[in-house]
């Protein structure tokens, strides 16, 4: 299992991206690390919301991935310099101000990840 730390983790999130929406919130993740795949997405947390992988979705190069379509068997690409965004829906959970994001992916080499950033809307 490759471990990757938390400091380089956290370049993945695209400061300034975060948008709310009436029914949940976009921002980016961009690779900076290296080739890589992502099988899944557990959950995302904002604030005190948490939204399963069933209200998650990733959308990059215009082809959208629910958690239907990504898993161990069928990973999907996320090469180096790409940029994809996030898409959480359900209750709204972005506030004016600084808002903790905790993110938990799936990946083939590192097993779970979790990445922690703050953002402003």
Do not use: C, W
Request: cysteine-free; overall charge negative.
């Amino acid at each position: 299992m490759v471990v990757v730390p938390d400091f380089l983790i956290k370049r993945i999130y695209q400061k300034g991206s975060l948008k709310k929406f009436d029914d949940g919130a976009s921002f980016n993740l961009k690779n900076v690390l290296g080739p890589g795949f992502i099988s899944g997405f557990n959950y995302v947390k904002i604030n005190d919301v948490v939204y399963d992988a069933q209200n998650v979705k990733f959308i990059m190069n215009g082809q959208e991935y629910t958690s239907a379509d990504v898993s161990e068997d069928h990973p999907i690409a996320f090469r180096l310099g790409q940029v994809g965004t996030l898409v959480v829906k359900g209750e709204q959970s972005v506030t004016e101000g600084v808002n903790k994001i905790v993110i938990e992916a799936l990946n083939p080499e590192a097993g779970v990840v979790k990445l922690s950033v703050e953002d402003n809307v």
